[in-house]
């Protein structure tokens, strides 16, 4: 597809023009906190023009309580549909992103809670910056009554650890493809996007990662994925969540390398085809580029998590050393992981 087939090309955005929100949601047994998220969304200072949300079939009257809610405030431009079948987290995000009409869309999770003033203060950054896309912005943990959780974030990380190097508060910061391929930068509660990006997603996605991970590569390929360094909002950690980064579960380092091994075996595939995915997305040399080598990292690392070939694992740390340092900010321990469970293929069994 052509970058201006969905109109990625540098325009004018009027500064006085407000923008069509839009605010998607896939909800799945989110009862708890729920009424939370939704006064959240209501009661920002710039009111959002429509909230889409889909119910993947809730058995704890989530969907009842979403149609309530939305009855009892008289929610223009809110409405909520119940699949029948059971689609997944993939899906459902999918489905509810295909129904959204707006030129910028906020995605939002059930059991989370935004700042008042964050549709106000994204919708001007992405008026007064045509190059934006997609950003994400910074977000706080807290515990299941609502309360801050303390993190401090590693030396030279931002975002709670998921961006790899410093960045000054408040600042605003373009994220190349390369950090965001190694590394989903934030979660899909801290992220808007344009329209535009929203079209190239339901193009081209097989839903075979994440959806957030999905769209910020997306919008990095594009070269228009960017970070702002402020907090717009909470994060919540509990028991059962659907994805969690797990910052409380407490395992011990053993169970937790077999859950990564485990893991990854199950991802390097997929990952493999995703890296195809956005090959098909036309962009710069560089990107293709760098793509073309991440593909060829992949399929090293599928050879030594499946046939164990240590002098397969010595290739792939000289590859990730090559790639970070053409196109910095690689997470090493990927290539350990493999490492280990190359030097350990009966770990798994043992923990059974």
């Given at each position: 597809m052509l970058i201006s087939?969905?109109?990625?090309?540098?325009?004018?955005?009027?500064?006085?023009?407000?923008?069509?929100?839009?605010?998607?949601?896939?909800?799945?047994?989110?009862?708890?906190?729920?009424?939370?998220?939704?006064?959240?969304?209501?009661?920002?200072?710039?009111?959002?023009?429509?909230?889409?949300?889909?119910?993947?079939?809730?058995?704890?009257?989530?969907?009842?309580?979403?149609?309530?809610?939305i009855d009892d405030y008289?929610?223009?431009?809110?409405?909520?549909?119940?699949d029948t079948i059971g689609m997944g987290l993939r899906d459902n995000f999918y489905n509810a992103l295909s129904q959204v009409t707006g030129d910028l869309v906020f995605l939002a999770d059930q059991d989370n809670r935004w700042i008042l003033d964050k549709v106000a203060i994204v919708e001007r950054i992405f008026m007064e910056n045509p190059k934006i896309y997609c950003l994400n912005n910074s977000f706080k943990y807290m515990d299941e009554a609502g309360n801050e959780i303390s993190f401090?974030?590693?030396?030279?990380?931002?975002n709670n650890g998921l961006i790899l190097?410093?960045?000054?508060?408040?600042?605003?910061?373009?994220?190349?493809?390369?950090?965001?391929?190694?590394?989903?930068?934030?979660?899909?509660?801290?992220?808007?996007?344009?329209?535009?990006?929203?079209?190239?997603?339901?193009?081209?996605?097989?839903?075979?990662?994440?959806?957030?991970?999905?769209?910020?590569?997306i919008a990095a390929v594009m070269d228009a994925l960017f970070f702002y360094n402020r907090v717009l909002d909470f994060y919540r950690i509990f028991e059962g969540q659907s994805v969690s980064i797990g910052i409380v579960k407490k395992r011990s380092k053993i169970m937790m390398l077999i859950e990564k091994i485990r893991s990854g075996k199950r991802g390097i595939g997929d990952r493999c085809r995703f890296i195809e995915?956005?090959?098909?997305?036309?962009?710069?040399?560089?990107?293709?580029?760098?793509?073309?080598?991440?593909?060829?990292?992949?399929?090293?690392r599928e050879s030594v998590a499946v046939w164990h070939h240590l002098d397969k694992w010595g290739d792939e740390h000289r590859m990730y050393k090559a790639i970070g340092k053409q196109y910095g900010n690689m997470d090493m321990r990927y290539c350990y992981i493999d490492l280990i469970s190359a030097l350990m293929p009966n770990l798994q069994n043992r923990s059974k």
């Amino acid at each position: 597809m052509l970058i201006s087939d969905v109109g990625l090309t540098a325009r004018k955005v009027g500064v006085r023009r407000k923008m069509k929100i839009s605010v998607v949601m896939a909800t799945y047994n989110g009862a708890a906190f729920i009424i939370e998220q939704l006064d959240s969304i209501r009661l920002q200072s710039r009111k959002v023009d429509e909230v889409v949300i889909s119910d993947d079939r809730s058995s704890d009257g989530t969907f009842e309580i979403v149609k309530k809610y939305i009855d009892d405030y008289h929610l223009r431009g809110w409405s909520i549909t119940y699949d029948t079948i059971g689609m997944g987290l993939r899906d459902n995000f999918y489905n509810a992103l295909s129904q959204v009409t707006g030129d910028l869309v906020f995605l939002a999770d059930q059991d989370n809670r935004w700042i008042l003033d964050k549709v106000a203060i994204v919708e001007r950054i992405f008026m007064e910056n045509p190059k934006i896309y997609c950003l994400n912005n910074s977000f706080k943990y807290m515990d299941e009554a609502g309360n801050e959780i303390s993190f401090k974030n590693k030396p030279n990380t931002e975002n709670n650890g998921l961006i790899l190097h410093r960045i000054e508060p408040g600042a605003i910061e373009k994220i190349p493809i390369s950090l965001n391929l190694n590394k989903n930068i934030g979660p899909g509660l801290a992220m808007a996007v344009r329209k535009e990006i929203v079209q190239l997603y339901l193009e081209f996605s097989r839903r075979i990662e994440l959806h957030d991970f999905e769209i910020n590569c997306i919008a990095a390929v594009m070269d228009a994925l960017f970070f702002y360094n402020r907090v717009l909002d909470f994060y919540r950690i509990f028991e059962g969540q659907s994805v969690s980064i797990g910052i409380v579960k407490k395992r011990s380092k053993i169970m937790m390398l077999i859950e990564k091994i485990r893991s990854g075996k199950r991802g390097i595939g997929d990952r493999c085809r995703f890296i195809e995915e956005l090959l098909s997305i036309e962009s710069s040399k560089e990107i293709q580029e760098y793509l073309s080598t991440m593909l060829e990292l992949q399929r090293v690392r599928e050879s030594v998590a499946v046939w164990h070939h240590l002098d397969k694992w010595g290739d792939e740390h000289r590859m990730y050393k090559a790639i970070g340092k053409q196109y910095g900010n690689m997470d090493m321990r990927y290539c350990y992981i493999d490492l280990i469970s190359a030097l350990m293929p009966n770990l798994q069994n043992r923990s059974k």
